[in-house]
């Protein structure tokens, strides 16, 4: 059974930075595109941003210019590196597989303090 893992979560000042990572059991190629969600208290898990296999990317108009996704097939390794942090992007971030079945992280905490 394939497994998302993701680290990288954790407290920081709003303007700050972070960097996600999530590692996949198997090869990032299984994927159609790999994606990072967020889910803030009481409201719906929102796409964050999304890579597929050609590299084509997007974003959520809110992490535009800040928030940049990237894979490395070779270390199975999806990345979202975070900059210029605000309090709102506040949320448990997920990973996502995309194929036939989502596939989905546990989740990293990331709070931003102002």
């Known amino acids: 059974q394939v497994q998302l893992m993701e680290s990288g979560g954790g407290l920081v000042q709003a303007g700050g930075s972070l960097r996600l990572s999530c590692v996949a059991s198997?090869?990032?190629?299984?994927?159609?595109?790999m994606g990072w969600y967020r889910q803030a208290p009481g409201k719906q898990r929102e796409l964050v941003a999304r890579?597929?296999?050609?590299?084509?990317?997007n974003y959520a108009d809110s992490v535009k210019g800040r928030f940049t996704i990237s894979r490395d097939n070779a270390k199975k390794t999806a990345y979202l590196q975070m900059n210029s942090l605000k309090p709102e992007d506040t949320a448990v971030y997920y990973c996502?597989?995309?194929?036939?079945?989502?596939?989905w992280g546990q989740g990293t905490q990331v709070t931003v303090s102002s």
């Open positions: 198997e090869s990032l190629s299984s994927f159609t595109a």
């Open positions: 996502a597989g995309e194929r036939a079945g989502t596939v």
């Open positions: 890579i597929t296999l050609s590299m084509r990317t």
